[in-house]
């Protein structure tokens, strides 16, 4: 007999279940290495992307409000997830990329549309940029601006990361998750002191796999103007996380975006503010099927003009 007795365990399925809401939480083998993922629905493919030491299940929302139309998928990201990393190789946007490549292959998916959160907005732009016959649109939400002072909010998050997980006290975490909304949720403190012991169980190779990341920022400034598929950018107006990418820089360098600004909204657009986002991201791609569908503008030569 495991840990749980029998009817523990039968408890414990359903309440699994009713957690994902009839997602399939699946495993798929890239070079010999084992990566999780959660899967629902039939349809065009939805590829979603979380942030660092985010999640696959913070996805749960989005995910069971498209199943009845679209083939939804969210991966734990090697390097942006607590429990998810490279065996050898290391976490850089290039190979991130590559293993996000095969990952849409195993699907046998065509074109996906991509949603993002925070830092893995810039695999998702990265991707996009470097592979567009593989993407169909991208949402980004919350995108950091990595540009900035020569790549300081990489630094600022790595040190902010660095002193959350450098203390058993729970404090910076709180502070942390406070700062990630513009109204907070309460946190109990078990909650807390929980999440604390598993990113420092993590701590080392966490901080590593962020310098990593944060060592490509050159390669996304270099990519970011080459993307040509039709994009939405979500922001909140409150993000005390990060100084992000505003809609001036989507104008110079990704003419044909779609930009909402949701009010009273944190860093967490998709947590604080699920039916929004739910409710643009629909509009945006069901225009960006209609001008799929009708092909680009000749005086454009793009798809991904969307306007209201």
């Given at each position: 007999?495991?840990?749980?007795?029998?009817?523990?365990?039968?408890?414990?399925?359903r309440?699994?279940?009713?957690?994902?809401?009839g997602?399939?939480?699946?495993?798929?083998?890239?070079?010999?290495?084992?990566?999780?993922?959660?899967?629902?629905?039939?349809?065009?493919?939805?590829?979603?992307?979380?942030g660092?030491?985010?999640?696959?299940?913070?996805?749960?929302?989005?995910?069971?409000?498209?199943?009845?139309?679209?083939?939804?998928?969210?991966?734990?990201v090697?390097?942006?997830?607590?429990?998810?990393?490279f065996?050898q190789?290391?976490?850089?946007?290039?190979?991130?990329?590559?293993?996000?490549?095969?990952?849409?292959?195993?699907?046998?998916?065509?074109?996906?549309?991509?949603?993002?959160?925070?830092?893995?907005c810039?695999v998702?732009?990265?991707?996009?940029?470097?592979?567009?016959?593989?993407?169909?649109s991208?949402?980004?939400?919350?995108?950091?601006?990595?540009?900035?002072?020569?790549g300081?909010?990489?630094?600022?998050?790595?040190?902010?990361?660095?002193?959350?997980?450098?203390?058993?006290?729970?404090?910076?975490?709180?502070?942390?998750?406070?700062?990630?909304?513009?109204?907070?949720?309460?946190?109990?403190?078990?909650?807390?002191?929980?999440?604390?012991?598993?990113?420092?169980?993590?701590r080392?190779?966490?901080?590593?796999?962020?310098?990593?990341?944060?060592?490509?920022?050159?390669?996304l400034?270099?990519?970011?103007?080459?993307?040509?598929?039709?994009?939405?950018?979500?922001?909140?107006d409150?993000?005390?996380?990060?100084?992000?990418?505003?809609?001036?820089?989507?104008?110079?360098?990704?003419?044909?975006?779609?930009?909402?600004?949701?009010?009273?909204?944190?860093?967490?657009?998709?947590?604080?503010?699920?039916?929004?986002?739910?409710?643009?991201?629909?509009?945006?791609?069901?225009?960006?099927?209609?001008?799929?569908?009708?092909?680009?503008?000749?005086?454009?030569?793009?798809?991904?003009?969307?306007l209201?």
């Amino acid at each position: 007999m495991s840990f749980f007795e029998s009817q523990e365990l039968k408890s414990l399925s359903r309440y699994v279940r009713g957690y994902l809401g009839g997602l399939r939480s699946l495993c798929m083998d890239i070079e010999g290495e084992e990566f999780k993922y959660l899967e629902g629905g039939e349809g065009d493919t939805l590829i979603f992307l979380h942030g660092v030491m985010g999640s696959k299940t913070q996805w749960r929302t989005l995910m069971q409000a498209y199943t009845s139309h679209y083939h939804v998928v969210a991966v734990d990201v090697p390097g942006l997830c607590l429990h998810q990393s490279f065996a050898q190789k290391k976490h850089t946007l290039r190979q991130i990329t590559l293993w996000l490549e095969r990952v849409v292959t195993r699907l046998r998916a065509d074109r996906v549309h991509l949603v993002c959160h925070s830092l893995g907005c810039a695999v998702g732009a990265y991707f996009a940029a470097t592979r567009p016959e593989m993407v169909k649109s991208a949402a980004f939400l919350s995108f950091p601006d990595v540009f900035s002072n020569k790549g300081q909010v990489f630094r600022n998050l790595l040190a902010e990361m660095d002193n959350v997980v450098s203390t058993a006290d729970i404090a910076p975490l709180a502070d942390y998750y406070r700062r990630s909304y513009a109204n907070p949720p309460s946190i109990p403190n078990i909650v807390l002191r929980y999440n604390l012991r598993e990113v420092r169980k993590q701590r080392d190779r966490v901080l590593q796999s962020m310098r990593e990341f944060s060592d490509s920022g050159p390669l996304l400034m270099a990519q970011i103007r080459q993307i040509k598929v039709p994009c939405l950018i979500v922001n909140g107006d409150v993000d005390n996380i990060s100084p992000l990418f505003d809609e001036s820089f989507w104008q110079l360098n990704v003419p044909g975006h779609y930009f909402v600004e949701l009010n009273e909204c944190g860093h967490l657009p998709h947590l604080e503010k699920p039916d929004e986002v739910i409710y643009e991201h629909r509009r945006f791609i069901e225009r960006v099927g209609k001008t799929e569908y009708q092909g680009p503008s000749d005086d454009t030569g793009k798809y991904g003009i969307i306007l209201d």
